[in-house]
Protein backbone atom coordinates (compact mmCIF):
# COMPACT_ATOMS: atom_id res chain seq x y z
CA UNK A 1 0.00 0.00 0.00
CA UNK A 2 3.25 2.12 0.37
CA UNK A 3 4.27 4.64 3.05
CA UNK A 4 1.23 7.59 4.47
CA UNK A 5 1.67 10.93 2.40
CA UNK A 6 3.68 12.21 5.54
CA UNK A 7 6.69 9.79 5.37
CA UNK A 8 6.97 9.46 1.27
CA UNK A 9 10.13 11.27 -0.21
CA UNK A 10 10.09 14.13 -2.41
CA UNK A 11 9.46 13.41 -5.91
CA UNK A 12 13.10 13.21 -8.30
CA UNK A 13 13.31 15.67 -11.00
CA UNK A 14 14.26 13.90 -14.57
CA UNK A 15 17.82 13.33 -14.57
CA UNK A 16 19.44 15.89 -17.53
CA UNK A 17 20.98 14.00 -20.68
CA UNK A 18 24.25 15.69 -22.13
CA UNK A 19 24.86 15.35 -25.83
CA UNK A 20 28.09 15.58 -26.95
CA UNK A 21 28.85 18.13 -29.25
CA UNK A 22 29.95 16.37 -32.15
CA UNK A 23 26.54 14.87 -33.25
CA UNK A 24 24.99 17.89 -32.87
CA UNK A 25 27.91 19.84 -35.25
CA UNK A 26 27.37 17.32 -37.60
CA UNK A 27 23.79 17.22 -37.74
CA UNK A 28 23.73 21.41 -38.00
CA UNK A 29 26.32 20.76 -41.14
CA UNK A 30 23.75 18.45 -42.36
CA UNK A 31 20.61 19.93 -41.92
CA UNK A 32 21.33 22.65 -45.29
CA UNK A 33 21.29 19.61 -47.37
CA UNK A 34 17.66 19.29 -49.10
CA UNK A 35 18.16 15.29 -49.65
CA UNK A 36 18.43 15.11 -45.98
CA UNK A 37 15.17 14.91 -44.10
CA UNK A 38 15.47 15.77 -39.95
CA UNK A 39 14.36 12.12 -39.32
CA UNK A 40 17.38 10.40 -41.77
CA UNK A 41 20.28 12.94 -40.10
CA UNK A 42 18.45 11.87 -36.41
CA UNK A 43 18.73 8.35 -37.85
CA UNK A 44 22.20 8.67 -39.25
CA UNK A 45 23.36 9.94 -36.01
CA UNK A 46 21.78 7.51 -33.52
CA UNK A 47 19.64 10.28 -31.87
CA UNK A 48 15.45 10.57 -31.98
CA UNK A 49 14.32 13.82 -34.16
CA UNK A 50 13.32 15.53 -30.69
CA UNK A 51 16.91 15.34 -29.77
CA UNK A 52 17.45 17.50 -32.85
CA UNK A 53 15.02 20.03 -32.14
CA UNK A 54 15.95 20.43 -28.80
CA UNK A 55 19.22 20.80 -29.00
CA UNK A 56 19.43 22.90 -32.30
CA UNK A 57 17.44 25.88 -31.33
CA UNK A 58 17.72 27.43 -35.10
CA UNK A 59 16.82 24.27 -36.79
CA UNK A 60 13.78 25.68 -39.06
CA UNK A 61 16.51 28.75 -40.24
CA UNK A 62 19.05 26.18 -41.19
CA UNK A 63 16.24 24.02 -43.33
CA UNK A 64 15.41 27.34 -44.66
CA UNK A 65 18.37 27.86 -46.11
CA UNK A 66 19.04 24.54 -47.98
CA UNK A 67 20.64 24.25 -50.95
CA UNK A 68 19.24 21.96 -53.78
CA UNK A 69 20.94 18.56 -54.11
CA UNK A 70 23.57 17.94 -56.66
Known sequence: ???PPHTRR???P???VLVPRAPV??????LPDAG???TSIAKLLGVSPGT???HI???RE???CRTPPA
Open 10 to 12: PAR
Open 36 to 38: RSI
Open 52 to 54: LYN
Open 14 to 16: DPV
Open 25 to 30: RAARDL
Open 57 to 59: PDL
Open 1 to 3: MGR
Open 62 to 64: LRA
